[in-house]
């Protein structure tokens, strides 16, 4: 089991996408067994593409309790994260936002929004285009 005691910092780095060599991780083998407390303290040694995920915590079960902060520096700039049911997110001066999940232990990269607008745009656009081509074609 793991308890991060609530004036712990546990740090972590990510600079890669490999677990375990690429960014720090941590498993607990032991079901439910993970209490989380303290300052989880992210160090990003790269900038990552959108949708992005690292599996930070390995674990079975529910983890208990709650992180009091999260924070990351690097190549981010300095960021701090604010929680929300367990979701923390910080929105990085690219536009992407990090978010770190407690119930699954996972560090997510999410695209900034006007990207994911953009895509949805261009699909609607060219779903359009195609149903009017199929109507033209009829009407001949």
Not at 33 to 46: D, I, K, W
Not at 48 to 73: H, I, R, W, Y
Not at 82 to 102: D, K
Request: glycine share 14%.
């Amino acid at each position: 089991s793991l308890s991060l005691a609530s004036s712990a910092s546990t740090l972590l780095t990510v600079g890669g996408t490999s677990r375990g060599v690429g960014y720090d991780a941590v498993d607990i083998t032991q079901a439910a067994a993970l209490t989380y407390g303290g300052t989880l303290a992210l160090t990003l040694a790269n900038l990552f593409g959108d949708n992005s995920a690292f599996s930070l915590f390995g674990f079975s079960g529910t983890p208990s309790s709650s992180l009091s902060s999260v924070t990351a520096s690097g190549s981010y700039g300095t960021l701090s994260f604010t929680n929300s049911g367990g979701v923390w997110t910080a929105v990085a001066g690219n536009g992407q936002t990090l978010s770190f999940t407690e119930s699954t232990g996972t560090l997510s990269i999410i695209p900034e929004p006007t990207v994911v607008v953009s895509g949805l745009t261009a699909f609607g656009l060219g779903a359009l285009l195609l149903v009017r081509r199929r109507a033209d074609s009829r009407a001949e």
